[in-house]
């Protein structure tokens, strides 16, 4: 079996090889200007990439239609090289395609690299190259390093879970253990993936996406099977104190060693269920299961790990959906991110989630920080924003616009400069409908009833691409 993938994919496509790619080179060339749907696709995705035709947005759910078209042209020519070669596929060799990434099975060394060679010749007709520091080889039996750590970890893994907690099968319910020291178990773990990693000579980057889901997944079990776990004899409302603890522990250790965007949801997710089951059916265990969340997420967002985790000045985004996840805490419980905001408003550029996850985060509970916040955009964003232009400045302004805590006179003056920017006039009465319209009917983001968990699920079902 052989791996590789197509080398900064979506940045290295050229948006007319959409013409090529549904017709062929010599008629995309020579009809530059006539009405088609490759034509049109072409313009859409320049449009949205301020007229570049050198690479295509990535994220955007458009843009990987548009490169699957264009890469489907490339699997069609594969498959009629290797058919010049007398090499059929179903016998000869088999090629999996996920967006760039390739896997090639064929039962010779010889036959991969006529393929990989045939693949790497389709490509560079569309000016696209393999990652040939990404290539690798394995023979049967086929299993990849990652999936080795992985094996070697869930048998520490396996047995965290058993002390953590049980599955009765009368109640048809998991239930947590008596845990007397929660720390412990967290240390326990962690030694046997230590061990884990050395014997497979691997990193924490290769498990802790693993582990991270698995005791989110551990954690969901428990809520979704306690009312059924009142049933059990061996139900006990003092034993989930100590479950969580530790699952929580063992849950921010392994996302600190190694945080990831998609990672960080699973987390943030898992905290606000945490927070809300205790709240809302273990109320007398609930300020104890919030001063564990507290602790946890402010000595994650103090970690000089995860803040020198971004290549530039601002914030990661790893540490800002936890903060967003710790909002859920009440007032007195709230973590203390004035570092984070002190980075966020002394940095020279505008990040449209830093402010978002600030104004989200202290909402009206901080007018001074509101203050800040209106004074740092006044002087840093809305001089220099182009709505027109750039997609990002026009959603900011809308949300800001929308977002009720802001003051009124900020929002009509962030309006007033939209319109400008748009090269529209508009009077002052005219702009407080227009508020109060914006507001009822939000652009992005619902500020009034916007509910993080699901909007945290719809991020674990929607990863970029």
């Given at each position: ?127 696209l190259h393999l990652n040939d520091s990404k290539t690798t080889t394995m023979c049967r039996p086929l299993q990849t390093r990652k999936s080795q750590i992985i094996a070697d970890a869930t048998v520490g893994l396996n047995r965290f879970r058993d002390q953590i907690c049980t599955f009765d099968s009368d109640a048809q319910a998991t239930i947590p253990g008596a845990i ?157 991110i004035f570092d984070i905001g002190r980075r966020i408003l002394n940095n020279e550029n505008i990040d449209y989630f830093s402010i978002v996850t600030l104004l989200f985060y202290y909402r009206d509970t901080d007018d001074a920080m509101r203050d800040e916040i209106e004074e740092k955009l006044i002087q840093d964003f809305l001089p220099k924003a182009l709505p027109a ?77």
């Amino acid at each position: 079996m052989r791996l590789t993938d197509i080398s900064k994919c979506f940045s290295s496509i050229y948006s007319h090889t959409m013409a090529w790619a549904v017709k062929d080179i010599q008629h995309g060339k020579e009809n530059v200007s006539a009405v088609s749907f490759a034509n049109e696709f072409d313009s859409l995705m320049q449009f949205s990439n301020y007229n570049e035709t050198n690479g295509i947005p990535v994220g955007a759910e458009i843009s990987r239609l548009f490169a699957e078209i264009i890469l489907q042209s490339v699997d069609i020519d594969l498959l009629r090289r290797s058919e010049r070669n007398h090499l059929a596929q179903g016998r000869d060799f088999e090629v999996r395609r996920y967006i760039d990434d390739y896997a090639i099975f064929a039962n010779s060394v010889e036959v991969l690299d006529d393929l990989q060679r045939g693949l790497s010749e389709s490509l560079q007709v569309l000016n696209l190259h393999l990652n040939d520091s990404k290539t690798t080889t394995m023979c049967r039996p086929l299993q990849t390093r990652k999936s080795q750590i992985i094996a070697d970890a869930t048998v520490g893994l396996n047995r965290f879970r058993d002390q953590i907690c049980t599955f009765d099968s009368d109640a048809q319910a998991t239930i947590p253990g008596a845990i007397r020291n929660p720390q412990a178990f967290t240390r326990t773990l962690v030694n046997d993936m230590k061990v884990a990693c050395t014997n497979a000579g691997a990193g924490y980057e290769d498990i802790s996406p693993y582990l991270i889901g698995s005791i989110s997944t551990t954690i969901e079990n428990l809520i979704g099977s306690f009312k059924a776990a009142k049933r059990s004899k061996l139900f006990t409302k003092s034993s989930y104190l100590g479950a969580f603890e530790a699952l929580l522990n063992s849950l921010y250790y392994f996302f600190t060693v190694h945080a990831t965007v998609s990672s960080s949801y699973q987390v943030a997710r898992a905290t606000i269920v945490s927070v809300r089951f205790f709240r809302d059916l273990l109320p007398e265990y609930s300020g104890a299961t919030n001063e564990i969340v507290r602790r946890l997420i402010q000595a994650l967002v103090q970690n000089p790990t995860l803040q020198n985790l971004a290549m530039s000045a601002y914030v990661p985004i790893e540490t800002l959906n936890i903060i967003l996840a710790s909002s859920e805490l009440p007032l007195n419980y709230r973590t203390n991110i004035f570092d984070i905001g002190r980075r966020i408003l002394n940095n020279e550029n505008i990040d449209y989630f830093s402010i978002v996850t600030l104004l989200f985060y202290y909402r009206d509970t901080d007018d001074a920080m509101r203050d800040e916040i209106e004074e740092k955009l006044i002087q840093d964003f809305l001089p220099k924003a182009l709505p027109a232009r750039k997609s990002h400045d026009a959603h900011f302004m809308l949300d800001l616009i929308s977002c009720p805590y802001l003051t009124l006179p900020f929002r009509r003056e962030v309006l007033t400069q939209l319109y400008a920017g748009l090269g529209i006039s508009v009077g002052r009465y005219f702009s407080s409908v227009v508020i109060a319209e914006i507001e009822r009917n939000p652009w992005f983001i619902n500020w009034k009833q916007i509910d993080l968990l699901n909007h945290l699920r719809k991020k674990e079902l929607r990863p970029v691409y």
